[in-house]
């Protein structure tokens, strides 16, 4: 995504992980399924309906451990256990160019040429890339890796997506012909 092209999205929430147990004494707790792009020192988050700074950051991209502006003790850590951290979109970082949000994303039409395959019903991080689940519309879900022999175009303020259906292996051969034309049979 150009982050000029596409501009934050005020009121719109982005989750960065949840409160999981806490650690030690002074408030920190660890973070479950994390976006740790968003849990940095200092960005706000809001848990419980309450918006607090980050004040302290520790472990790993994988298993943060944060502290919040406010939450001064092991009890008042575990009274949030299990509460969604969420970031507003006027506090999303800039992404890269051709990197967009999980909510960007979510609810576009997938093509394949002019034929609809579905609707983007979520973002998901596979161990070796990041692909979107597609929803067909007999419900059947297709995974698309986010890959460029996959992707050929995302249009995210357009809601559409265009894939190669062939490299997905969803290009259907062609029913027979029924009218006894050329090549058929009487």
């Known amino acids: 995504m150009n982050p000029e092209a596409s501009p934050s999205q005020p009121g719109r929430e982005l989750e960065a992980g949840w409160v999981g147990r806490p650690h030690g004494l002074d408030g920190s707790f ?22 607090a700074a980050i004040v302290r950051r520790a472990g790993t991209e994988q298993h943060p451990i944060v502290r919040l502006e406010g939450i001064e003790n092991r009890s008042a850590a575990e009274l949030l256990r299990g509460l969604a951290l969420m970031v507003e979109g006027d506090q999303l970082p800039a992404l890269a160019e051709g990197e ?5 994303l979510e609810g576009c039409e997938v093509f394949g040429g002019e034929q609809l395959l579905g609707t983007v019903s979520r973002l998901l991080e596979l161990p070796s890339c990041e692909a979107l689940e597609v929803r067909r519309e007999n419900g059947e879900p297709v995974l698309v890796p986010m890959v460029k022999d996959a992707v050929r175009r995302i249009e995210a303020p357009e809601r559409r997506i265009e894939v190669d259906p062939e490299f997905l292996g969803l290009d259907e ?5 029924k009218d006894g034309g050329e090549g058929g049979h009487c």
């Open 30 to 51: 660890h973070v479950t399924r994390p976006r740790s792009g968003l849990l940095t020192l200092g960005s706000s988050v809001t848990v419980a309906g309450r918006t």
């Open 173 to 177: 051969p062609s029913a027979p012909e």
């Open 100 to 104: 967009w949000w999980a909510h960007e």
